[in-house]
C-alpha cells in the first residue's frame, strides 16, 4: 500500500510542478470564467428573470446564480486539459513510462485523473476567492462544503476526459472535443439559466440538459456552496464517474491499446 | 540463467501480423542485440515486454514471471530505455529520476541513495539539478539509462537507444551498457546497426516479424563480416524497392 501512496504522491507532484511551470494554462483558466462573471453576468442579468429556487432563500442576482455552473466551467476546461494533456504524453512517450510501472494501471490513471483534480480544486478557490473580493460570495460553510462537491466533479469531469485521452490518439484530432464535448455540455446544462428556464422555450432541450452529467456536477456543487446535499446529482456524478472510469480502463487495456496508432 | 524467455509470441494488427512465433532467451550477464530492419516488429516486441500491449499467443517470461499472469512482478524486475524520448524536459534530472521512483514504489532516503547510485554509475551525478531540456542528446539518453537502472532490474531492455545520437555518444552508450551486461544484467538491445555489435554478443536477427537467426556475432557472420551477413538475410526489402 505505501509503494501505491508514493506513486500516488510522485503522479501528483509531477502535475503540480508542471501546472506551477505552465502559468499561461493558469490564467486562462481564471481568465476564463471571469470574463463569465463579470462581463457575460452583467449583459445578462437584465435579460434573465430568475424566480426563487433552491437553494436559494431568496431572488439572487445573474451573477450568483452562474457561479457554481462556472465551477463547474473551470473543471470541465480542466478534465479536458488533462485529457490533452494525456494525448501529448502518449505522443510523446512519457505515458509509457507511466504505464510500465509494477502497479495496478487503474491506480495509475486514477492517480493521474486525481492530480489534475488537484489542479482544478486550486483553480476554483481562487476563482471563487477573486469572485468574493468583487462581492460575489455564498455562506462561510459553503467554502468547506463544496470542496468534496469539486472532488467529486472533478473526478467525473476528468474520468470523461481519460476516457477521451483513450480514444483520441493525435493532438490535431483535439479541436473535435473542443467543439463536440465542451460546448455542448456545459450550454446544455443548468451552469447558465435554470431548467425551468429551458423548458420554457424547448422541453425536449431541458429533458436533455436533465440527462447531462454536468448538470448534476454544477447542481451538486451549487447545493454544496450552501451548505447542502443534493442527493439526486450525487447519485448522478456518482454513477457518471464509475461509467466514465470503467470505460477509460477499458480504453486503456493493454490487449487493446495502440491498436489504431498501428492500425 | 535464464532471465527473458520469449516462447512462440505472434501479434497482429487487425490482418497485418507483426510477429510471427517468435522465441528466443536471453541469459544473465549477456548482451543480446536484436537486430533487424526498420518494421521486422522490434518494437511490437517491446511493447509486449513492457506490457503495453497483451497477445493471448505465446509466452513471455521475465525472471521467472510469466507477464501475462503476474504482470506486476515483471514489470518490477525490468528497466526499460524506449526509442522515443520519455523525459520530462522542463524538470530538472533529479526530478525527473524522483518521479521514475515514486513510480516504482520508492521514496525517501532509499530513493535518494538510488537515485545518486543510478547517476553516479553512468557519470551524471553532477549535472542532477540541471534542467533535462540544457542536456544535450548523449545526455539525456544516458540520463534514461540510469533512470532505468533506479530499482535495481534484472533485465533491462534498450529500443534503439542511441538513435539520433552522435558518433561519439554512441560510442559511450554502447560501451556503458555491455559494461552493465558484464556486471550480471540481462540486456536485450534493439538495433538495425551492426557496429553496435560486439563479437561475443548474442544476436537475434528479427525480419519481417520472424526470428531469422539467433546466435553469436561470429557464427552470424560467416565469413563475410556481420554487417554484409545482416544485409544478405534481409535483402528481399531492397529487391523489393530496387
Same mark, same amino acid.
Given at each position: 500500500?505505501?509503494?501505491?501512496?508514493?506513486?500516488?504522491?510522485?503522479?501528483?507532484?509531477?502535475?503540480?510542478?508542471?501546472?506551477?511551470?505552465?502559468?499561461?494554462?493558469?490564467?486562462?483558466?481564471?481568465?476564463?470564467?471571469?470574463?463569465?462573471?463579470?462581463?457575460?453576468?452583467?449583459?445578462?442579468?437584465?435579460?434573465?428573470?430568475?424566480?426563487?429556487?433552491?437553494?436559494?432563500?431568496?431572488?439572487?442576482?445573474?451573477?450568483?446564480?452562474?457561479?457554481?455552473?462556472?465551477?463547474?466551467?473551470?473543471?470541465?476546461?480542466?478534465?479536458?486539459?488533462?485529457?490533452?494533456?494525456?494525448?501529448?504524453?502518449?505522443?510523446?512517450?512519457?505515458?509509457?513510462?507511466?504505464?510500465?510501472?509494477?502497479?495496478?494501471?487503474?491506480?495509475?490513471?486514477?492517480?493521474?485523473?486525481?492530480?489534475?483534480?488537484?489542479?482544478?480544486?486550486?483553480?476554483?478557490?481562487?476563482?471563487?476567492?477573486?469572485?468574493?473580493?468583487?462581492?460575489?460570495?455564498?455562506?462561510?460553510?459553503?467554502?468547506?462544503?463544496?470542496?468534496?462537491?469539486?472532488?467529486?466533479?472533478?473526478?467525473?469531469?476528468?474520468?470523461?476526459?481519460?476516457?477521451?485521452?483513450?480514444?483520441?490518439?493525435?493532438?490535431?484530432?483535439?479541436?473535435?472535443?473542443?467543439?463536440?464535448?465542451?460546448?455542448?455540455?456545459?450550454?446544455?446544462?443548468?451552469?447558465?439559466?435554470?431548467?425551468?428556464?429551458?423548458?420554457?422555450?424547448?422541453?425536449?432541450?431541458?429533458?436533455?440538459?436533465?440527462?447531462?452529467?454536468?448538470?448534476?456536477?454544477?447542481?451538486?456543487?451549487?447545493?454544496?456552496?450552501?451548505?447542502?446535499?443534493?442527493?439526486?446529482?450525487?447519485?448522478?456524478?456518482?454513477?457518471?464517474?464509475?461509467?466514465?472510469?470503467?470505460?477509460?480502463?477499458?480504453?486503456?487495456?493493454?490487449?487493446?491499446?495502440?491498436?489504431?496508432?498501428?492500425? | 540463467?535464464?532471465?527473458?524467455?520469449?516462447?512462440?509470441?505472434?501479434?497482429?494488427?487487425?490482418?497485418?501480423?507483426?510477429?510471427?512465433?517468435?522465441?528466443?532467451?536471453?541469459?544473465?550477464?549477456?548482451?543480446?542485440?536484436?537486430?533487424?530492419?526498420?518494421?521486422?516488429?522490434?518494437?511490437?516486441?517491446?511493447?509486449?515486454?513492457?506490457?503495453?500491449?497483451?497477445?493471448?499467443?505465446?509466452?513471455?517470461?521475465?525472471?521467472?514471471?510469466?507477464?501475462?499472469?503476474?504482470?506486476?512482478?515483471?514489470?518490477?524486475?525490468?528497466?526499460?530505455?524506449?526509442?522515443?524520448?520519455?523525459?520530462?524536459?522542463?524538470?530538472?534530472?533529479?526530478?525527473?529520476?524522483?518521479?521514475?521512483?515514486?513510480?516504482?514504489?520508492?521514496?525517501?532516503?532509499?530513493?535518494?541513495?538510488?537515485?545518486?547510485?543510478?547517476? +553516479?554509475? %553512468?557519470?551524471?551525478?553532477? !549535472?542532477? /539539478?540541471? @534542467?533535462?531540456?540544457? #542536456?544535450?542528446? &548523449?545526455?539525456?539518453? =544516458?540520463?534514461?539509462?540510469?533512470?532505468?537502472?533506479?530499482?535495481?532490474?534484472?533485465?533491462?531492455?534498450?529500443?534503439?537507444?542511441?538513435?539520433?545520437?552522435?558518433?561519439?555518444?554512441?560510442?559511450?552508450?554502447?560501451?556503458?551498457?555491455?559494461?552493465?551486461?558484464?556486471?550480471?544484467?540481462?540486456?536485450?538491445?534493439? +538495433?538495425? %546497426?551492426?557496429?553496435?555489435? !560486439?563479437? /561475443?554478443? @548474442?544476436?537475434?536477427? #528479427?525480419?519481417? &516479424?520472424?526470428?531469422? =537467426?539467433?546466435?553469436?556475432?561470429?557464427?552470424?557472420?560467416?565469413?563475410?563480416?556481420?554487417?554484409?551477413?545482416?544485409?544478405?538475410?534481409?535483402?528481399?526489402?531492397?529487391?523489393?524497392?530496387?
Amino acid at each position: 500500500m505505501r509503494a501505491w501512496l508514493t506513486a500516488l504522491s510522485a503522479i501528483v507532484t509531477r502535475e503540480n510542478l508542471r501546472f506551477v511551470r505552465q502559468r499561461g494554462r493558469f490564467l486562462a483558466a481564471l481568465v476564463r470564467p471571469l470574463v463569465w462573471l463579470i462581463v457575460f453576468a452583467a449583459g445578462f442579468r437584465a435579460a434573465l428573470g430568475l424566480s426563487i429556487i433552491p437553494p436559494y432563500q431568496t431572488y439572487i442576482t445573474y451573477e450568483v446564480y452562474i457561479l457554481p455552473g462556472l465551477c463547474g466551467m473551470i473543471q470541465l476546461f480542466n478534465g479536458m486539459q488533462s485529457s490533452l494533456s494525456l494525448v501529448y504524453d502518449q505522443e510523446m512517450g512519457s505515458m509509457r513510462l507511466l504505464l510500465t510501472s509494477p502497479l495496478p494501471r487503474w491506480w495509475l490513471l486514477f492517480s493521474k485523473l486525481l492530480a489534475g483534480v488537484i489542479v482544478s480544486i486550486l483553480q476554483v478557490a481562487v476563482f471563487l476567492g477573486i469572485a468574493a473580493l468583487t462581492g460575489i460570495t455564498v455562506p462561510a460553510v459553503g467554502y468547506i462544503a463544496v470542496l468534496p462537491a469539486l472532488l467529486l466533479s472533478g473526478l467525473m469531469l476528468g474520468a470523461l476526459g481519460l476516457l477521451i485521452s483513450s480514444t483520441v490518439r493525435q493532438l490535431e484530432n483535439f479541436a473535435g472535443v473542443m467543439n463536440f464535448v465542451i460546448f455542448p455540455m456545459f450550454f446544455l446544462s443548468s451552469a447558465l439559466y435554470p431548467l425551468w428556464k429551458m423548458a420554457e422555450s424547448s422541453p425536449l432541450l431541458r429533458d436533455i440538459c436533465a440527462l447531462n452529467p454536468f448538470t448534476h456536477a454544477v447542481e451538486l456543487i451549487r447545493f454544496a456552496l450552501y451548505g447542502e446535499l443534493h442527493l439526486t446529482a450525487l447519485a448522478w456524478v456518482c454513477a457518471s464517474f464509475v461509467l466514465f472510469m470503467l470505460a477509460a480502463l477499458w480504453g486503456y487495456d493493454p490487449a487493446r491499446a495502440m491498436l489504431r496508432s498501428k492500425g | 540463467m535464464t532471465r527473458l524467455e520469449i516462447s512462440q509470441v505472434s501479434y497482429s494488427y487487425g490482418s497485418r501480423k507483426a510477429l510471427d512465433g517468435v522465441s528466443f532467451s536471453v541469459e544473465a550477464g549477456r548482451f543480446c542485440a536484436l537486430l533487424g530492419p526498420n518494421g521486422a516488429g522490434k518494437s511490437t516486441l517491446f511493447a509486449l515486454l513492457t506490457r503495453l500491449l497483451a497477445t493471448a499467443e505465446g509466452h513471455i517470461g521475465v525472471a521467472g514471471f510469466d507477464i501475462a499472469k503476474a504482470p506486476r512482478a515483471a514489470l518490477a524486475r525490468l528497466g526499460v530505455v524506449f526509442q522515443q524520448p520519455t523525459l520530462d524536459l522542463d524538470m530538472t534530472v533529479r526530478q525527473n529520476l524522483r518521479y521514475f521512483a515514486g513510480l516504482h514504489g520508492l521514496s525517501g532516503r532509499s530513493a535518494v541513495l538510488a537515485i545518486d547510485a543510478a547517476l +553516479t554509475q %553512468l557519470g551524471m551525478a553532477e !549535472r542532477a /539539478d540541471e @534542467q533535462v531540456r540544457a #542536456l544535450n542528446g &548523449g545526455h539525456r539518453r =544516458r540520463m534514461e539509462i540510469a533512470r532505468a537502472l533506479i530499482h535495481g532490474p534484472e533485465i533491462l531492455l534498450l529500443d534503439e537507444p542511441t538513435v539520433g545520437l552522435d558518433a561519439a555518444s554512441r560510442q559511450a552508450i554502447t560501451d556503458h551498457v555491455h559494461l552493465l551486461a558484464q556486471s550480471g544484467l540481462a540486456v536485450l538491445w534493439a +538495433t538495425h %546497426l551492426v557496429d553496435e555489435i !560486439r563479437p /561475443d554478443d @548474442q544476436i537475434v536477427v #528479427l525480419h519481417r &516479424g520472424k526470428v531469422l =537467426r539467433n546466435g553469436s556475432a561470429p557464427d552470424l557472420a560467416g565469413g563475410e563480416g556481420l554487417a554484409k551477413a545482416f544485409l544478405t538475410m534481409t535483402a528481399e526489402d531492397r529487391e523489393v524497392l530496387a
